[in-house]
C-alpha cells in the first residue's frame, strides 16, 4: 500500500516557538492532503485541507495564521505551528489522498508536540 | 451534528470473548463510505475496512467481521475470540464525497481494553 511518512515524529518545544511538521508521500503523487488534530482520549478533528499549489481550507475555528500550511509539490506538506502555546499540545496525524474512483485516503504514523 | 456515533467509548473483555463495537451514521448523501480504523498506543492509524454504501454485504476477515445495515444507518464491527493485542482505540469514519468533501468524519472512538 501506499506509504506516508512524519517528521518529525515527536517534537517537544518552548512555548513562544514554532515548529514545522512535515508530511510526505513517499511512493505516489498526492493531490490533497489532509490535517488532522487529536488531543488525549479524543478523536481526530480534520484542520485543514490542502491542495497542491493552492491555498489550504481550514475548517473553523482553526486559525490560519497559526497553522500555517504549505502544499508546495506533489508529495509534501508542511504544518508549521506558529508561536506554539501549551494548549496546541497534541498528536498531529496527516492524510495524503490520490484521486480515484474511491479518493483513498492514507495516512502517516503522526507528529506527538508537546509545548512546555 | 454527530455525523459519526459511537456510543461505547471504552469496552473491557476477558480474552477469548467475542465483542461488537457499534457505529451510528447520519448522512444525507446517497454515496458514501464507511470506515473502521484501528489506533494502537504507538498511535498510528491502522485502516480495517472501506465500505461503500451501495455494498450492504457483509465481511468477515479472520476474526474480524462487520455488519452493514442501512436500514439503521449502522455499521458494526466484531472481533471474535478477542485477544490481548486487539487492544486499542477503534474509530469509525464517514466519508461524503457527494458535498465536495473527501475528508473523513471520525467517531469518537471505542478504547478495547482485552485482559488475558
Known amino acids: 500500500g501506499a506509504v506516508v511518512s512524519q517528521h518529525p515524529s515527536r517534537v517537544i518545544c518552548k512555548s513562544g516557538t514554532s515548529v514545522k511538521i512535515e508530511c510526505r508521500s513517499l511512493?505516489?503523487?498526492?493531490?490533497?492532503m489532509f490535517w488532522y488534530r487529536q488531543f488525549p482520549k479524543q478523536s481526530l478533528m480534520l484542520m485543514a485541507t490542502?491542495?497542491?499549489?493552492?491555498?489550504?481550507?481550514?475548517e473553523q475555528g482553526v486559525e490560519k495564521d497559526k497553522f500555517l500550511i504549505n502544499h508546495a509539490s506533489l508529495t509534501l506538506s508542511t504544518l508549521t505551528v506558529t508561536s506554539a502555546h501549551p494548549e496546541d499540545s497534541s498528536f498531529y496525524i496527516c492524510?495524503?489522498?490520490?484521486?480515484?474512483?474511491?479518493?483513498?485516503?492514507?495516512f502517516g504514523p503522526g507528529t506527538r508536540l508537546t509545548v512546555l | 451534528a454527530q455525523k459519526v456515533t459511537q456510543a461505547q467509548t471504552e469496552i473491557s473483555v476477558v480474552e477469548k470473548e467475542d465483542v461488537t463495537l457499534d457505529c451510528v451514521y447520519e448522512?444525507?448523501?446517497?454515496?458514501?463510505?464507511l470506515f473502521w480504523y484501528k489506533q494502537p498506543p504507538s498511535g498510528e492509524l491502522v485502516f480495517l475496512i472501506r465500505?461503500?454504501?451501495?455494498?450492504?454485504q457483509n465481511e468477515i476477515s479472520g476474526r474480524y467481521s462487520w455488519n452493514f445495515q442501512k436500514s439503521t444507518s449502522s455499521f458494526n464491527f466484531t472481533i471474535t475470540a478477542s485477544q490481548v493485542v486487539d487492544s486499542a482505540v477503534y474509530f469509525c469514519?464517514?466519508?461524503?464525497?457527494?458535498?465536495?468533501?473527501?475528508?473523513?468524519?471520525f467517531g469518537t472512538g471505542t478504547r478495547l481494553t482485552v485482559i488475558p
Open positions: 490542502s491542495n497542491e499549489g493552492s491555498k489550504a481550507t481550514y
Open positions: 469514519a464517514l466519508r461524503q464525497p457527494q458535498t465536495g468533501a473527501n475528508n473523513l468524519f
Open positions: 448522512t444525507r448523501d446517497t454515496t458514501y463510505y
Open positions: 492524510s495524503a489522498s490520490v484521486t480515484s474512483s474511491y479518493n483513498e485516503q492514507f
Open positions: 465500505r461503500n454504501s451501495f455494498d450492504e
Open positions: 511512493d505516489f503523487q498526492a493531490t490533497t
